[in-house]
């Protein structure tokens, strides 16, 4: 029972930073309708970016988050604006293929730029974010619960923005339904570009969210990217909510599939569960979203 | 069906890459075939430091046969590259010999368009062992296999784990876990074969992918067999997450063996924490805390390296592919000429005593052109050092376990 | 294939100069990239059968590439088999394979598609890891160096081109095979709009699966001949994502869904990138994959539809002017097909439908309907706006299934039947057009209707012949070589007919055909009309047109909130109470 609780500790846990990935995807899913394959990139962007930062300025990472974010809205903005916008009438495989070139160009220019060596934080002076919580005998890493906490804090925020504000409620309209909000004198390719930076932003703040545990090298975005992917479809397209649970949903399944069948399987169970999931039910499990349209 | 734009373009193309293969013919020229980029780009590039330097160092000295080597780079990050890599060098460059390669899969495809093309082909890094399995007369290799790493391992715990706690090792729960690629499946194989004919009690093997961004749950099922040794063959990314995990959910083995890969990486210890990998064993090609008198040579090029490259070597690759490198060009030095036949009667001469290269190896090809000189030394991470602990004629320090008082 | 035009000679030309080129030019290295640009070429071929002629953007090729690796080696090593037999029955496994695969994931569309076979890939990844007491595990499998004819491996480079070369012509003649054949016009109409597909008979889940069965196929033999090439497999290399984008990204770059395409953005991209690795390579690591990233944001950017897509029209007209060329011959309209034998039947009842109910959730859309067509007779169905004319419309065609109620059609046979999907209605003889017009845009007129004529006949020049008919029918002669897009309002609803007409339906259901037009096109679409129940046709027509209903009708029909209010002829209907209250309110109905 205890390794099951502390099981479903590191699985919930582990949840929060795929969650943390996972809004920006399904923000830019949902909204542009555009699948991003650039975006674990953009996380490698978002954590070398922490990384400097901590190593010029000796900002602690969850400080040096905010100023990424404004960083990575503004490289979000301008791939959409100059990548995506336009090739928005264009067919769908055109637009992942635009993706999948700046996705190979960016990892790439970032084995250029560091080169292949594995960077990490310095931690060791740090007093948030490291270290552990215990009670009774099941333990919690701090900066995943930190991770965990932003996450939760971060959907109420963008779902304050979406719900009651004037912007917000543009950007819903416009993932509703394109040409009635067009037709409603909502200035779409300005809300494409706001929705895109702002999936761009929210990896500035996981790049800062996940440094104490991750380190940063050219292709960690790989690492991150299809288990994004397969959370988006799982919560339903563009649902903040349904990335959540769904991020809870495959970090627990992770860990409980580690540890009851074989690590090595883990992602063949959660590979199966996200195309059963598009099959049998492409609207997502929370979702109002249009998987099959 | 209008293909001609193709056409026209694909032999502009062609054209040029003709062209090529008329430049750049002075000296002798020496192929690099290692992945630069990609994913296995740092250690890749880590390996061809080692050759750089063994050629550079040879330059200087006055050139191989009288004239300077020109190293050619080649890059391929998977089979279908490394094929095209070699072609490319076999022809247009015309290379004489082919170093290379770090990697399994790269080594399996271009050793096999070396051979066909009868350029010799010196292996300084990649492990698998059934490279030199496949009947070439041109492919050597100077470095351990993975068996010599399994066998390494093994040989930790009944030699240095077991003494040092003073148990017998047979009482010892041993735990099997391994990234599920070509490395660490090789690897793990030859682990369990080994520890299971020497009665070993392995009580977990668990395969992990190395791109897994969570080990919790591996840990916690380590921790409730109660393993008190646990072997690991993991690339960087995986081992810091080993740790780190490890560390969270409280679990202490006795002893930790890594089978070089991340164990043997200095970032891997900037990242894990000096105090967090002391004691832990690695088994690899030896590394730069050697007892000279083990291997001579090492400090030197430890000298060298961190003048040509402004950094500490960042893992034992580029030592192995240094050593192995200089022991291919002695060979080439002495052949009766760069024809393919010559070298192979010149490398298949070579017989070097273990203890007698930088790396620590020694030479002696066996028919199939893999030097069984090669064994893979058994070091510990000591004060944010990689030390060697055995064999003792290597060996710059005693075992120690910071969980054994 | 006509070996005197232009077209044809000059790409059968350079297909054999690519061959030659080469052996001339006598470099390994060249030899290797032409071996590697051939086999891609095969691969991006094959890929485009699906993901160009069939639209659907599959990103897990790599699974039917790995299959036959894995197949051709462990049937070499395990077995001694020869990998020529191995590539054949590695190709046989993927395409069985492929249909479990892709079967359950037809009905996801674009990025969903993509993202589910990416998810498949993985999968069998991972499995073929995990299984490694059969297949090697991730250590791989390295293929024994036996020399030989039969063991596909040799020191000699030739042969390998020639393999690699006969994998590509094969594959270029599957894909002009298709293009050219019913198969082909059917993946487009599927692509296009699949309700106008199914309308016409086509079976839409059975075509996607021939599509990915060849291409699994074409797929797997070239992974057989890269694992004897290569001579070493593993999982982690062979059921690549990488792998699965590349072969895809030639095809994109070169032109979807056309036959050239694939193998122009492969001769193209793929040497550029390989010597770019090359040059590029010393200037620091990631350069060229750098360049390459940015290079394909830039095509993708500049030329979305492809080399072929922006160019292709352009260079063909050039290439048209070498000696040669001849105009496609006209096809005579066969005169036969439409021109029914004067039927014994006349009269008789043709399409019955009874008790129809249908809802939608709470609403209850249809209220036991029921409605008899006899043979040769025109009903027009009338009704307010919202009435659900469609939705019965759409029970009698098989795209909605009743709630209750049954739906029989007498076939030509003489059998009554009751069709279960939209293909099936279509093959017992229904033809239907739809209110909002469904042509399949990028295609010319003639093609439309082709689409429709295919139902009946596999043969091209038959299916030319009856399009030509049928455009006489429906005066369309004219525009037969025009784009569909370009048509008028007009034009578009007789190319709703003449694609159903195609058909040889012996019962047409005409929704709305009238509406929009202007007068002169009404009265010739209503020309049209009789002409057509002329040839022995039964027509029901869902009309708001009064005037013209009353005029064609022999019956009229008003549904009004779901329920047939009334049958009867057209002057008898328009003079009941219940009619006038339905269209113009209570109170006039006493007026």
Same mark, same amino acid.
């Given at each position: 029972?205890?390794?099951?609780?502390?099981?479903?500790?590191?699985?919930?846990?582990?949840?929060?930073?795929?969650?943390?990935?996972?809004?920006?995807?399904? &923000?830019? /899913? *949902?909204?542009?309708?555009? @699948?991003?394959?650039?975006?674990?990139? =953009? !996380? %490698?962007? #978002?954590?070398?970016? +922490?990384?400097?930062?901590? &190593?010029? /300025? *000796?900002?602690?990472?969850? @400080?040096?988050?905010?100023?990424?974010? =404004? !960083? %990575?809205? #503004?490289?979000?903005? +301008?791939?959409?604006?100059?990548?995506?916008?336009?090739?928005?009438?264009?067919?769908?495989?055109?637009?992942?293929?635009?993706?999948?070139?700046?996705?190979?160009?960016?990892?790439?220019?970032?084995?250029?730029?560091?080169?292949?060596?594995?960077?990490?934080?310095?931690?060791?002076?740090?007093?948030?974010?490291?270290?552990?919580?215990?009670?009774?005998?099941?333990?919690?890493?701090?900066?995943?619960?930190?991770?965990?906490?932003?996450?939760?804090?971060?959907?109420?925020?963008?779902?304050?923005?979406?719900?009651?504000?004037?912007?917000?409620?543009?950007?819903?309209?416009?993932?509703?339904?394109?040409?009635?909000?067009?037709?409603?004198?909502?200035?779409?390719?300005?809300?494409?570009?706001?929705?895109?930076?702002?999936?761009?932003?929210?990896?500035?703040?996981?790049?800062?969210?996940?440094?104490?545990?991750?380190?940063?090298?050219?292709?960690?975005?790989?690492?991150?990217?299809?288990?994004?992917?397969?959370?988006?479809?799982?919560?339903?397209?563009?649902?903040?909510?349904?990335?959540?649970?769904?991020?809870?949903?495959?970090?627990?399944?992770?860990?409980?599939?580690?540890?009851?069948?074989?690590?090595?399987?883990?992602?063949?169970?959660?590979?199966?569960?996200?195309?059963?999931?598009?099959?049998?039910?492409?609207?997502?499990?929370?979702?109002?979203?249009?998987?099959?349209? | 069906?209008?293909?001609?734009?193709?056409?026209?373009?694909?032999?502009?193309?062609?054209?040029?890459?003709?062209?090529?293969?008329?430049?750049?013919?002075?000296?002798?020229?020496?192929?690099?075939?290692?992945?630069?980029?990609?994913?296995?780009?740092?250690?890749?590039?880590?390996?061809?430091?080692?050759?750089?330097?063994?050629?550079?160092?040879?330059?200087?000295?006055?050139?191989?046969?009288?004239?300077?080597?020109?190293?050619?780079?080649?890059?391929?990050?998977?089979?279908?590259?490394?094929?095209?890599?070699?072609?490319?060098?076999?022809?247009?460059?015309?290379?004489?010999?082919?170093?290379?390669?770090?990697?399994?899969?790269?080594?399996?495809?271009?050793?096999?368009?070396?051979?066909?093309?009868?350029?010799?082909?010196?292996?300084?890094?990649?492990?698998?062992?059934?490279?030199?399995?496949?009947?070439?007369?041109?492919?050597?290799?100077?470095?351990?296999?993975?068996?010599?790493?399994?066998?390494?391992?093994?040989?930790?715990?009944?030699?240095?784990?077991?003494?040092?706690?003073?148990?017998?090792?047979?009482?010892?729960?041993?735990?099997?876990?391994?990234?599920?690629?070509?490395?660490?499946?090789?690897?793990?194989?030859?682990?369990?074969?080994?520890?299971?004919?020497?009665?070993?009690?392995?009580?977990?093997?668990?395969?992990?992918?190395?791109?897994?961004?969570?080990?919790?749950?591996?840990?916690?099922?380590?921790?409730?067999?109660?393993?008190?040794?646990?072997?690991?063959?993991?690339?960087?990314?995986?081992?810091?997450?080993?740790?780190?995990?490890?560390?969270?959910?409280?679990?202490?083995?006795?002893?930790?063996?890594?089978?070089?890969?991340?164990?043997?990486?200095?970032?891997?210890?900037?990242?894990?924490?000096?105090?967090?990998?002391?004691?832990?064993?690695?088994?690899?090609?030896?590394?730069?805390?050697?007892?000279?008198?083990?291997?001579?040579?090492?400090?030197?090029?430890?000298?060298?390296?961190?003048?040509?490259?402004?950094?500490?070597?960042?893992?034992?690759?580029?030592?192995?592919?240094?050593?192995?490198?200089?022991?291919?060009?002695?060979?080439?030095?002495?052949?009766?000429?760069?024809?393919?036949?010559?070298?192979?009667?010149?490398?298949?001469?070579?017989?070097?005593?273990?203890?007698?290269?930088?790396?620590?190896?020694?030479?002696?090809?066996?028919?199939?052109?893999?030097?069984?000189?090669?064994?893979?030394?058994?070091?510990?991470?000591?004060?944010?050092?990689?030390?060697?602990?055995?064999?003792?004629?290597?060996?710059?320090?005693?075992?120690?376990?910071?969980?054994?008082? | 294939?006509?070996?005197?035009?232009?077209?044809?000679?000059?790409?059968?030309?350079?297909?054999?100069?690519?061959?030659?080129?080469?052996?001339?030019?006598?470099?390994?290295?060249?030899?290797?990239?032409?071996?590697?640009?051939?086999?891609?070429?095969?691969?991006?071929?094959?890929?485009?059968?699906?993901?160009?002629?069939?639209?659907?953007?599959?990103?897990?090729?790599?699974?039917?590439?790995?299959?036959?690796?894995?197949?051709?080696?462990?049937?070499?090593?395990?077995?001694?088999?020869?990998?020529?037999?191995?590539?054949?029955?590695?190709?046989?496994?993927?395409?069985?394979?492929?249909?479990?695969?892709?079967?359950?994931?037809?009905?996801?569309?674009?990025?969903?598609?993509?993202?589910?076979?990416?998810?498949?890939?993985?999968?069998?990844?991972?499995?073929?890891?995990?299984?490694?007491?059969?297949?090697?595990?991730?250590?791989?499998?390295?293929?024994?160096?036996?020399?030989?004819?039969?063991?596909?491996?040799?020191?000699?480079?030739?042969?390998?081109?020639?393999?690699?070369?006969?994998?590509?012509?094969?594959?270029?003649?599957?894909?002009?095979?298709?293009?050219?054949?019913?198969?082909?016009?059917?993946?487009?109409?599927?692509?296009?709009?699949?309700?106008?597909?199914?309308?016409?008979?086509?079976?839409?889940?059975?075509?996607?699966?021939?599509?990915?069965?060849?291409?699994?196929?074409?797929?797997?033999?070239?992974?057989?001949?890269?694992?004897?090439?290569?001579?070493?497999?593993?999982?982690?290399?062979?059921?690549?994502?990488?792998?699965?984008?590349?072969?895809?990204?030639?095809?994109?770059?070169?032109?979807?869904?056309?036959?050239?395409?694939?193998?122009?953005?492969?001769?193209?991209?793929?040497?550029?990138?390989?010597?770019?690795?090359?040059?590029?390579?010393?200037?620091?690591?990631?350069?060229?994959?750098?360049?390459?990233?940015?290079?394909?944001?830039?095509?993708?950017?500049?030329?979305?539809?492809?080399?072929?897509?922006?160019?292709?029209?352009?260079?063909?007209?050039?290439?048209?002017?070498?000696?040669?060329?001849?105009?496609?011959?006209?096809?005579?309209?066969?005169?036969?097909?439409?021109?029914?034998?004067?039927?014994?039947?006349?009269?008789?009842?043709?399409?019955?439908?009874?008790?129809?109910?249908?809802?939608?959730?709470?609403?209850?859309?249809?209220?036991?309907?029921?409605?008899?067509?006899?043979?040769?007779?025109?009903?027009?169905?009338?009704?307010?706006?919202?009435?659900?004319?469609?939705?019965?419309?759409?029970?009698?065609?098989?795209?909605?299934?009743?709630?209750?109620?049954?739906?029989?059609?007498?076939?030509?046979?003489?059998?009554?039947?009751?069709?279960?999907?939209?293909?099936?209605?279509?093959?017992?003889?229904?033809?239907?057009?739809?209110?909002?017009?469904?042509?399949?845009?990028?295609?010319?007129?003639?093609?439309?209707?082709?689409?429709?004529?295919?139902?009946?006949?596999?043969?091209?020049?038959?299916?030319?012949?009856?399009?030509?008919?049928?455009?006489?029918?429906?005066?369309?002669?004219?525009?037969?070589?025009?784009?569909?897009?370009?048509?008028?309002?007009?034009?578009?609803?007789?190319?709703?007919?003449?694609?159903?007409?195609?058909?040889?339906?012996?019962?047409?259901?005409?929704?709305?055909?009238?509406?929009?037009?202007?007068?002169?096109?009404?009265?010739?679409?209503?020309?049209?009309?009789?002409?057509?129940?002329?040839?022995?046709?039964?027509?029901?027509?869902?009309?708001?047109?009064?005037?013209?209903?009353?005029?064609?009708?022999?019956?009229?029909?008003?549904?009004?909130?779901?329920?047939?209010?009334?049958?009867?002829?057209?002057?008898?209907?328009?003079?009941?109470?219940?009619?006038?209250?339905?269209?113009?309110?209570?109170?006039?109905?006493?007026?």
């Amino acid at each position: 029972m205890e390794i099951f609780l502390q099981l479903l500790i590191n699985g919930l846990m582990l949840g929060g930073t795929f969650a943390i990935i996972s809004i920006g995807l399904t &923000l830019i /899913f *949902g909204i542009v309708r555009v @699948v991003n394959f650039a975006h674990g990139e =953009f !996380l %490698m962007i #978002a954590m070398y970016g +922490v990384y400097l930062m901590n &190593l010029q /300025f *000796g900002l602690h990472p969850y @400080v040096a988050m905010l100023p990424m974010f =404004f !960083l %990575m809205f #503004a490289l979000g903005a +301008v791939m959409q604006r100059y990548i995506i916008q336009p090739l928005l009438s264009a067919s769908d495989e055109i637009q992942i293929f635009a993706t999948v070139g700046v996705s190979t160009a960016l990892m790439n220019a970032g084995l250029m730029v560091f080169g292949a060596d594995v960077y990490s934080v310095d931690m060791s002076s740090a007093v948030v974010g490291t270290g552990m919580t215990s009670i009774g005998s099941l333990t919690i890493n701090n900066g995943q619960l930190m991770t965990f906490i932003v996450s939760i804090l971060l959907i109420g925020a963008l779902d304050w923005f979406l719900k009651y504000t004037f912007l917000g409620r543009a950007i819903r309209a416009t993932a509703q339904h394109r040409d009635a909000a067009l037709l409603m004198g909502v200035d779409v390719k300005k809300i494409y570009i706001i929705a895109f930076g702002l999936g761009a932003g929210c990896l500035g703040l996981a790049g800062g969210l996940m440094a104490p545990q991750y380190p940063v090298f050219p292709t960690v975005g790989t690492f991150f990217v299809l288990t994004a992917f397969i959370i988006v479809v799982l919560g339903g397209l563009g649902s903040l909510h349904g990335a959540f649970l769904g991020a809870l949903i495959i970090g627990v399944v992770d860990s409980l599939a580690g540890y009851y069948i074989a690590p090595d399987l883990k992602e063949v169970v959660y590979f199966s569960i996200f195309i059963a999931i598009l099959i049998f039910r492409p609207t997502g499990l929370f979702g109002a979203g249009r998987g099959s349209e | 069906m209008k293909k001609y734009v193709s056409k026209i373009k694909g032999g502009a193309v062609a054209a040029v890459a003709l062209t090529m293969s008329f430049s750049a013919m002075a000296d002798i020229n020496v192929g690099a075939l290692y992945p630069f980029s990609g994913g296995l780009a740092l250690l890749g590039n880590e390996s061809f430091r080692g050759l750089e330097i063994a050629i550079e160092e040879r330059n200087a000295n006055g050139g191989l046969r009288g004239e300077q080597i020109k190293l050619v780079k080649s890059d391929a990050v998977d089979a279908g590259q490394a094929v095209g890599a070699a072609r490319k060098l076999t022809s247009i460059e015309g290379v004489d010999v082919i170093f290379g390669s770090f990697s399994s899969s790269i080594s399996f495809a271009a050793t096999q368009v070396a051979e066909l093309a009868a350029v010799p082909y010196f292996e300084l890094g990649a492990i698998s062992d059934n490279i030199t399995d496949r009947n070439m007369k041109y492919v050597f290799r100077s470095n351990p296999t993975a068996k010599n790493f399994a066998e390494g391992t093994i040989d930790a715990i009944f030699k240095v784990v077991a003494p040092t706690y003073g148990v017998d090792a047979k009482d010892l729960k041993v735990a099997i876990i391994h990234e599920d690629a070509l490395y660490g499946t090789t690897v793990s194989q030859f682990q369990k074969d080994i520890a299971k004919e020497k009665g070993l009690n392995v009580v977990q093997t668990l395969p992990y992918s190395a791109k897994a961004v969570d080990l919790s749950s591996l840990v916690l099922r380590l921790k409730g067999a109660g393993a008190d040794v646990v072997l690991q063959t993991s690339y960087q990314n995986d081992t810091t997450l080993f740790f780190r995990q490890m560390r969270e959910a409280g679990f202490k083995p006795k002893a930790l063996i890594g089978a070089g890969g991340g164990y043997s990486m200095k970032d891997t210890v900037k990242v894990v924490g000096e105090k967090n990998m002391e004691g832990v064993l690695d088994v690899d090609f030896a590394q730069y805390l050697m007892n000279e008198a083990g291997a001579p040579g090492i400090k030197e090029f430890q000298a060298t390296y961190k003048e040509r490259y402004g950094e500490e070597p960042r893992s034992g690759h580029s030592l192995i592919n240094y050593s192995g490198a200089k022991i291919f060009l002695d060979a080439l030095e002495k052949a009766a000429s760069l024809k393919a036949d010559d070298v192979r009667e010149a490398v298949m001469a070579i017989d070097l005593p273990i203890g007698s290269t930088a790396a620590g190896i020694g030479a002696k090809m066996n028919e199939n052109g893999q030097n069984i000189r090669a064994n893979a030394a058994i070091m510990q991470w000591q004060d944010g050092e990689l030390k060697t602990v055995y064999p003792e004629a290597a060996a710059v320090a005693a075992p120690k376990f910071p969980q054994h008082p | 294939m006509n070996i005197t035009q232009p077209q044809n000679y000059v790409s059968l030309l350079l297909l054999l100069l690519m061959l030659v080129f080469p052996v001339v030019a006598g470099s390994p290295f060249v030899y290797h990239i032409f071996i590697l640009v051939f086999s891609y070429a095969a691969l991006a071929s094959a890929w485009n059968v699906v993901g160009g002629f069939a639209g659907q953007l599959s990103l897990g090729h790599a699974v039917y590439y790995g299959v036959g690796s894995y197949t051709a080696t462990l049937l070499m090593i395990n077995f001694g088999i020869s990998p020529w037999i191995g590539m054949v029955a590695g190709a046989l496994l993927a395409s069985v394979i492929s249909v479990f695969v892709s079967w359950p994931c037809f009905r996801l569309r674009g990025p969903f598609f993509a993202l589910a076979s990416i998810a498949v890939l993985e999968v069998v990844r991972l499995l073929v890891i995990n299984q490694h007491g059969l297949t090697g595990g991730s250590a791989g499998l390295a293929v024994p160096l036996q020399q030989g004819v039969e063991w596909m491996v040799f020191r000699e480079r030739w042969p390998y081109l020639v393999i690699s070369f006969g994998l590509l012509s094969a594959a270029l003649f599957v894909s002009w095979k298709i293009k050219n054949s019913r198969l082909g016009y059917y993946l487009i109409a599927v692509r296009e709009r699949e309700d106008a597909a199914l309308a016409v008979g086509v079976n839409a889940v059975r075509v996607k699966l021939a599509a990915v069965i060849i291409s699994a196929f074409l797929t797997s033999t070239v992974g057989s001949f890269h694992a004897m090439y290569f001579t070493f497999i593993e999982p982690g290399a062979v059921f690549s994502l990488e792998l699965s984008i590349q072969i895809a990204m030639f095809a994109l770059i070169g032109g979807l869904g056309t036959i050239s395409g694939p193998v122009i953005g492969t001769v193209l991209v793929l040497p550029l990138a390989e010597l770019a690795r090359g040059w590029l390579g010393d200037f620091a690591d990631g350069f060229h994959g750098f360049v390459y990233g940015v290079v394909l944001v830039i095509v993708v950017l500049t030329i979305p539809r492809g080399l072929v897509g922006q160019f292709g029209a352009r260079v063909g007209a050039l290439i048209n002017r070498l000696p040669g060329y001849k105009e496609p011959e006209t096809v005579q309209p066969s005169t036969s097909t439409l021109t029914h034998v004067q039927s014994e039947t006349l009269g008789q009842p043709i399409l019955v439908a009874e008790h129809l109910h249908k809802y939608f959730g709470g609403v209850h859309a249809t209220n036991d309907v029921s409605l008899t067509l006899k043979e040769g007779e025109i009903i027009g169905v009338i009704g307010p706006n919202g009435a659900g004319k469609t939705t019965v419309f759409n029970q009698l065609s098989g795209f909605l299934k009743p709630t209750s109620g049954s739906v029989r059609i007498r076939t030509s046979y003489g059998e009554w039947v009751t069709p279960k999907s939209p293909a099936e209605f279509a093959k017992a003889g229904i033809g239907r057009t739809f209110q909002i017009v469904q042509p399949f845009a990028d295609l010319s007129v003639r093609e439309n209707i082709m689409i429709g004529a295919f139902m009946n006949t596999d043969d091209h020049v038959e299916a030319r012949a009856i399009a030509a008919e049928v455009a006489q029918l429906t005066d369309l002669t004219d525009q037969l070589d025009k784009v569909a897009r370009d048509l008028t309002v007009g034009g578009m609803k007789r190319l709703e007919m003449a694609r159903a007409l195609a058909t040889r339906p012996r019962i047409l259901l005409l929704d709305e055909v009238l509406a929009g037009l202007n007068p002169s096109d009404i009265t010739k679409a209503i020309e049209i009309i009789r002409r057509i129940r002329d040839t022995g046709v039964s027509i029901l027509m869902i009309e708001h047109i009064m005037q013209a209903t009353m005029s064609l009708s022999d019956h009229v029909a008003v549904i009004n909130s779901g329920s047939l209010l009334i049958e009867g002829e057209p002057e008898k209907v328009v003079k009941d109470p219940q009619v006038i209250e339905a269209y113009l309110g209570k109170e006039y109905s006493h007026a």
